[in-house]
């Protein structure tokens, strides 16, 4: 081990310190699918940011910053159990702090951490499920385009947004949304416990709240910013290691920055996807 003064000379993952350390991750944007349009959250992205924070030299906690409207319920619940899982393996409490919001699926990932604080103006709660979609079948009519699908199993073209809604099919999509429904509250109550104000009927109905009202529900442990809470705990001289995703090196930047330039052709889905991203951060009055 290199003396405290020659430190400096190592990248800042091998060095070690003599104040107290709090690694810091950073989790913003929609929960699900990550493409050029949409640079939000999956588990193929945060799962190397998670490993190389709990694995800082000395470090006394991971403080999660959570900012996400929701989004899907899988990867939501992966990242969840891998935050468990780590914290577990490497004996290191973490805490997470909201600022805009940790909704849905974002709210799914702060009870991960083992204490939840918020600003008295953060977005928390909608524990629920919902599933947004389009009817597109009337105007395909209307210019007389004509629908062909082929299956191999009766409920393969399931809702499609091309065809009028079958009430078979949402009577199965309400199902599959009680069950997922079901491991969200359980997850809520099996880590949040005793401190949840469960007289309050509207707690699992997908509502949301600001931090303040959180706090009355038992939603969140307290109030405040990552720095000060954080400097309470640890003392004044607490070092803040930020956790941040991987540069691809200069040349690939280039390439990818000229290669999306050139592109004459926009994906539909892509521009579909950062619409359902901004409704979901909208329905939040975000």
């Known amino acids: 081990m290199l003396p405290a003064r020659l430190q400096f000379l190592l990248p800042s993952r091998y060095r070690t310190y003599r104040h107290p350390v709090v690694s810091v991750v950073r989790l913003s944007g929609a929960i699900g699918a990550v ?19 709990f694995s800082v030299p000395g470090a006394k906690a991971v ?12 990867q939501s619940h992966l990242i969840f159990r891998r935050i468990r899982s780590l914290s577990e393996e490497k004996k290191l409490p973490v805490i997470a702090f909201v600022e ?3 909704a849905s699926g974002g709210y799914m990932i702060a009870c991960a951490a083992d204490e939840i604080f918020a600003d008295p103006a953060s977005i928390v709660g909608s524990i629920g499920v919902v599933s947004a979609s389009f009817g597109f079948h009337e105007f395909i009519e209307r210019f007389g385009i004509e629908r062909r699908v082929h299956t191999a199993g009766k409920n393969k073209a399931m809702l499609d947004p091309f065809r009028p809604e079958d009430p078979e099919d949402v009577v199965r999509l309400k199902g599959l949304q009680r069950r997922i429904h079901d491991v969200f509250v359980d997850l809520v ?17 997908g509502a949301f709240w600001a931090g303040a009202e959180a706090l009355d529900l038992g939603l969140v442990d ?8 954080l400097r309470q705990r640890f003392g004044e001289d607490v070092k803040f290691r930020m956790i941040e995703p991987a540069r691809p090196p200069l040349l690939g930047r280039l390439l990818g920055r000229r290669s999306l330039s050139q592109s004459s052709l926009i994906d539909p889905g892509e521009i579909v996807g950062a619409l359902e991203e901004r409704a979901a951060w909208a329905r939040l009055g975000l």
């Open 63 to 74: 403080a999660i910053v959570i900012n996400s409207p929701g989004g899907s319920a899988a």
């Open 100 to 102: 805009d919001a940790a």
């Open 189 to 205: 109550r099996e880590r949040r416990g005793e401190k949840l104000n469960d007289s309050y009927e509207d707690l699992f109905t």
């Open 222 to 229: 307290g109030l405040g910013d990552i720095r000060s809470t």
């Open 35 to 53: 493409t050029p349009l949409r640079s939000g959250l999956a588990m193929s992205t945060v799962a190397p940011l998670l490993e190389r924070a």
